[in-house]
């Protein structure tokens, strides 16, 4: 780090837990964002103020005006871009040393492969079930740590899963086994909660930081659900399950 | 007696996000206790049939065929997704 990165970054480097060295593996990580909605926004606004060195976000979607309510990446005068490209914009604005690369489609297994491998740590910011799913097997496969978040009308929920571990860490298809017939509910007919995405994104961006600076601790196996009408939140313990398709020894070739 | 608590799309059906009930006779699982809960008719029928329904003992995601007790805490949550 320079010395304008060092005086940047200073707020970081007092905390002991982070110091010169956890920003040091801030600044030299790589992280990907599945997603640069509700819960990308504030995601990825934290990661590249707190001098993550590089940032990938994909998304397929434009920004739409109903999208302003939540999605702070976003503003009135870029309405019609696609959003990788104003998240792009937002983030050099607030630190042109982090490197962001945009992804502006959807993606499938193939190309994830590619992104996650590239990673060091990996935040679903998805809206659907299909993507989380193939984003988890992704993590699995190149054993990368993925911080997954979830919001839909004033209910959120979060968890981290780190297939690095060799104890049999479970995986998010552990926890919600890929079924075909959850009841997927969209923020688009359903409604959202801004500050909820908020929430929810930030703790996103805190758990992907910890990881890369090696700060504090990571709970995985651990899944936190967030009534936001009651503003309680509970977590669950799960485990492995011995027979997931995804993770289980048997399914890994 | 059990608390239940009800997350997510689960406690927009039923309209209420806790409950204490008194452990119903006959009921020794999870999955009885839905069956139990089901009987209240209305949205409280379709509960057992939420895609991926999950449900937590004392703060532990277990199975629905798993065994439940008086003082029991319950919660049931869905997958969500939106982001």
């Known amino acids: 780090m320079n010395d304008r990165q060092l005086l940047r970054y200073s707020r970081h480097i007092l905390l002991d837990e982070i110091g010169i060295a956890g920003q040091q593996r801030l600044v030299d990580a790589r992280a990907l964002i599945i997603g640069a909605g509700g819960l990308g926004s504030p995601a990825a606004l934290y990661l590249a103020s707190a001098g993550v060195g590089r940032i990938t976000l994909v998304d397929g979607d434009t920004v739409d005006l109903t999208n302003l309510q939540r999605q702070i990446l976003h503003s009135e005068d870029r309405l019609g871009q696609t959003k990788v490209s104003s998240g792009q914009t937002a983030l050099r604005g607030i630190n042109p040393d982090v490197l962001v690369e945009t992804v502006p489609h959807r993606v499938s297994d193939k190309p994830l492969a590619a992104l996650v491998a590239d990673a060091d740590v990996v935040l679903d910011c998805s809206d659907n079930f299909a993507t989380r799913h193939a984003v988890n097997r992704a993590c699995v496969r190149h054993r990368k740590p993925l911080v997954s978040g979830a919001a839909i009308r004033f ?5 981290v899963f780190d297939s690095r571990r060799g104890d049999g860490g479970p995986c998010y298809n552990c926890l919600f086994p890929e079924t075909g017939e959850a009841d997927e509910v969209r923020c688009a007919v359903m409604g959202v909660f801004a ?4 929430i929810i994104g930030t703790m996103q961006a805190a758990e992907a930081l910890k990881l890369i600076a090696g700060a504090g601790e990571i709970i995985v196996g651990r899944l936190w659900l967030l009534d936001g009408l009651a503003m309680e939140w509970r977590s669950v313990r799960f485990g492995q399950d011995p027979q997931c398709a995804v993770c289980a020894p048997s399914a890994i070739k | 007696m059990l608390t239940i608590l ?3 799309s689960v406690r ?6 806790a409950e204490e009930l008194a452990l119903p006779a006959g009921v020794a699982d999870v999955a009885g206790l839905l069956r139990h809960l089901g009987e209240r008719g209305g949205a409280w029928e379709g509960l057992a049939r ?18 439940i007790a ?3 805490e319950l919660a049931f949550f869905p997958p969500v997704t939106g982001g």
């Open chain 2, 6 to 8: 009800y997350f997510a």
């Open chain 1, 155 to 159: 209910a959120g929920q979060l968890a």
């Open chain 2, 70 to 72: 008086d003082g029991d």
């Open chain 2, 50 to 67: 939420i895609g991926n329904l999950r449900c937590a003992v004392n703060q532990q995601m277990v199975a629905l065929d798993s065994p």
């Open chain 1, 195 to 198: 500050p909820l995405a908020g």
């Open chain 2, 12 to 17: 927009e059906r039923v309209g209420r996000a």
